[in-house]
């Protein structure tokens, strides 16, 4: 059974940092993409940052860039989500998920074949 465990939310004040964790299992962890992805609410589900399989090469959205940091350990199973100068128009519940997919289709919620329960992230003015 393949489980992805997020962890590390809470609230913070503008400006701060959280670093988020996803714990996997039950999957072959370095043959899957990682994703973390966001959805605030009454909004999509978009995504926020990617690894691939390697930690070869990462993407990531423009309100990222140069304020949060993805990584990965394959031998542990995990990747993280550092994130930095928070903003309170990053308040979501933050999800991690696996896909096989290659191409710019990783950036798509529904390519997705596991995601995790979620972690909320609220960032106070």
């Known amino acids: 059974q393949v489980q992805l465990v997020e962890s590390g939310g809470g609230l913070v004040q503008a400006g701060g940092s959280l670093r988020l964790s996803c714990a996997a299992s039950?999957?072959?962890?370095?043959?899957?993409?990682m994703g973390w992805f966001r959805q605030a609410p009454g909004k999509e589900r978009e995504f926020v940052y990617g690894?691939?399989?390697?930690?070869?090469?990462?993407d990531y959205v423009d309100s990222a860039k140069g304020r949060f940091t993805i990584s990965r350990d394959d031998a542990k199973k995990m990747i993280y989500l550092q994130m930095n100068s928070l903003k309170p128009e990053d308040t979501a519940v933050y999800y991690c998920a696996a896909t096989t997919v290659w191409g710019t289709g990783r950036k798509n919620k529904n390519n997705y074949n596991y995601w995790g329960q979620g972690t909320q992230v609220t960032v106070s003015s």
């Open positions: 690894i691939s399989w390697s930690g070869g090469w990462t």
């Open positions: 039950g999957l072959t962890f370095s043959a899957y993409y």
